[in-house]
């Protein structure tokens, strides 16, 4: 997730990455993972695990986003059954809501409400393999993602962007951002999907992690890498220090504008996506979200 940088040289470099092709559909990983594990939820329950997830609530725009984020089950919420689409025990729905004039904590106004959970201050973890499988919903503008960051703040502690989606079928990306490597260098990158087995049905996407690279897979395929030594050459290595782990849902704002350059009928976002929020069609699914350490 673009966050507190240099948004216009990201978008560009997303946009001039490498693909890597996916053109075969694989059996549905289970949540059974390899190695010790460290953190898992497969939110069968009837509610968020706060001893797990925090909600965040904000007051204020960031990176040109259309929405303001709640603690509400009206945006955070759990499927079961067929409304599952397939997740084993359930999933994790988070999905945005039209919503005229909403008015934050601190006054601002938004036509948006979303949703966005992290585990900061819960659980956070150096070294190991995140992962997480999720079904999405396409249509411009739309912009769910699973990250993570590191302490203190941004871009000091480090931030790898596991998953981002824009709304477009065929693609979704992985970046990774530290002091001086903002989107500026080439760390970020595409993987391009079978039509037949596009961003709308299960993926799983993961980062291998190690004091050395940080190593993007999607569905078991190595889809990019970075190494501390492509990193220094523009900056210092901040992926030494523990960081933890969000999911959230943006709508609309610079990084979705900066690849379908829409400003109607709101900035980044397009008639189809606003369709699907006002219709509550909307949607990122979460299966499982799982950590573990070899």
């Known amino acids: 997730?673009?966050?507190?940088?240099?948004?216009?040289?990201?978008?560009?470099?997303?946009?001039?990455?490498?693909?890597?092709?996916?053109?075969?559909?694989?059996?549905?990983?289970?949540?059974?993972?390899?190695?010790q594990v460290i953190f898992f939820d497969d939110f069968s329950g009837n509610k968020l695990d706060?001893?797990?997830?925090?909600?965040?609530?904000?007051?204020?725009?960031?990176n040109g986003e259309?929405?303001?984020?709640?603690?509400?089950?009206?945006?955070?919420?759990?499927?079961r059954g067929a409304a599952a689409e397939g997740a084993h025990n359930g999933a994790l729905v988070l999905s945005p809501k039209y919503s005229a004039g909403?008015?934050?904590?601190?006054?601002?106004?938004?036509?948006?409400?979303?949703?966005?959970i992290t585990t900061i201050d819960k659980f956070d973890f150096t070294y190991?393999?995140?992962?997480?499988?999720?079904?999405?919903?396409?249509?411009?503008?739309?912009?769910?993602?699973?990250?993570?960051?590191?302490?203190?703040?941004?871009?000091?502690g480090g931030e790898t962007d596991i998953m981002e989606f824009i709304g477009e079928a065929d693609w979704v990306s992985a970046a990774v951002h530290g002091p001086g490597y903002s989107g500026e260098t080439p760390f970020v990158n595409r993987?391009?999907?079978?039509?037949?087995?596009?961003?709308?049905?299960?993926?799983?996407?993961?980062?291998?992690?190690t004091p050395e690279s940080l190593v993007f897979k999607y569905d078991g395929v190595t889809m990019f890498r970075v190494t501390?030594?492509?990193?220094?050459?523009?900056?210092?290595?901040?992926?030494?220090?523990?960081?933890?782990?969000?999911?959230?849902?943006?709508?609309?704002?610079i990084y979705p504008y900066k690849i379908n350059g829409l400003k109607k009928p709101y900035y980044g976002l397009s008639e189809k996506a606003l369709g699907l929020i006002k219709t509550n069609k909307a949607k990122m699914l979460v299966d499982w979200v799982r950590v573990t350490k070899r």
């Open 66 to 79: 259309l929405q303001a984020y709640v603690d509400s089950t009206n945006v955070i919420s759990f499927a």
């Open 228 to 253: 501390k030594t492509m990193a220094e050459h523009y900056g210092k290595w901040v992926f030494t220090d523990k960081q933890y782990l969000l999911l959230n849902f943006a709508v609309g704002g």
């Open 50 to 62: 706060r001893s797990k997830w925090t909600p965040i609530v904000t007051g204020f725009h960031t």
């Open 1 to 35: 997730m673009l966050f507190k940088k240099n948004l216009l040289a990201a978008a560009t470099a997303a946009i001039l990455a490498l693909p890597a092709f996916s053109q075969t559909k694989k059996a549905a990983p289970t949540a059974k993972g390899t190695g």
């Open 191 to 209: 993987m391009y999907l079978h039509k037949n087995n596009d961003a709308t049905q299960w993926h799983t996407y993961a980062v291998d992690w």
């Open 128 to 156: 190991g393999t995140a992962e997480a499988r999720i079904k999405l919903v396409a249509a411009d503008g739309l912009w769910p993602a699973w990250w993570m960051l590191g302490y203190p703040n941004w871009p000091t």
């Open 102 to 116: 909403f008015k934050t904590f601190d006054g601002q106004t938004f036509d948006f409400i979303s949703g966005r």
